[in-house]
């Protein structure tokens, strides 16, 4: 439970932290001396992550989350400030992707991606921006991705990347005279359980995929989640303090 005595230990919650990048970016920020809420909707996959952090001595705690849900967004926070203490750090990393051609696309995929990844992040800083504009500090990430900048088969995921960079604009406008800063991290291929449901849907093995994505990249290589975890890490420390508003694209070369 939450000690009064830890009130200057920094508090990070990351959404999607079941695994793949989520996951990778709360074992980081627990490295780097934060106390880490674990949410997804997946909360067992979470325990898992957190047992592991606390194992190697760092402070953890799972809870669940739908992060569409605006309920359920303020239910976890509230015990995040009850277990941990207040945040002082977002991640909103929480995706999903429903791929297809425009002709193609329902509208329950456009709705399904835009909830989790635009109103999902939406709910999420809303509710904590409360607990860090109080105390005069905050940073907020959010998870963006290269296919903000168009992508074949996702019109309804590049939107809601390209429309998290906006968001991110935003609220760095409005959040930076409380000490809030809020940056994005665009992600280019990295290897997770995302891509390798994107490799099977185009019919080709993971390992295939990831040596085209590799060629593809002037570093001739795939990211791994480590890769984001380590921007993230960058935005969310205290010294990053003049950095706002920025997009980070993270994707092993220069994008356009
Ligand atoms: P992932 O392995 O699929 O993990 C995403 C996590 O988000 C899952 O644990 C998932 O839980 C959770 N989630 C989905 N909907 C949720 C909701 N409504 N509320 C709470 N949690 C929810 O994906 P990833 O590759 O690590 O991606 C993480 C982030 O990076 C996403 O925003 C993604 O768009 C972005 N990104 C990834 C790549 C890449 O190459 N992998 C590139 C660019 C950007 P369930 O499993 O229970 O659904």
Known sequence: MYDESTTSLRVAIVTGAARGI????????????????????????????????????????AGSVDVTDSGRVEAAVEAVVTELGPPTVLVNNAGITRDNLLFKMTEDEWDAVMDVHLKGAFLMS????????????GRIVNIS????????????????KAGI??????????????????????PGFVVTEMT?????????????????????????????????????????????????????????????
């Open 22 to 61: 989520g996951a990778a970016i709360a074992r980081r920020l627990a490295s780097d001396g934060a106390a880490v809420a674990l949410l997804d909707l997946d909360a067992d996959g979470c325990e898992k992550v957190a047992a592991e952090i606390r194992g190697s001595g760092g402070r953890a705690w």
């Open 126 to 137: 809303r509710t904590v921006q409360r607990h860090m504009t109080a105390q005069g500090y």
């Open 145 to 160: 991705s290269i296919s903000a900048l168009g992508n074949r088969g996702q019109a309804n995921y590049a939107s809601a």
């Open 165 to 186: 960079q906006a968001f991110t604009k935003t609220l760095a406008l409005e959040l930076g005279k409380f000490g809030v800063t809020v940056n994005s991290v665009a």
């Open 196 to 256: 390798a449901a994107t490799a099977e849907r185009l019919g080709l093995t993971f390992e295939d995929y990831q040596n085209k994505a590799a060629e593809q990249a002037a570093v001739r290589r795939v990211g791994r989640p480590e890769d984001i975890a380590h921007a993230v890490a960058f935005l969310a420390a205290e010294d990053s303090s003049y950095i706002s508003g920025q997009v980070l694209y993270v994707a092993g070369g220069p994008v356009n």
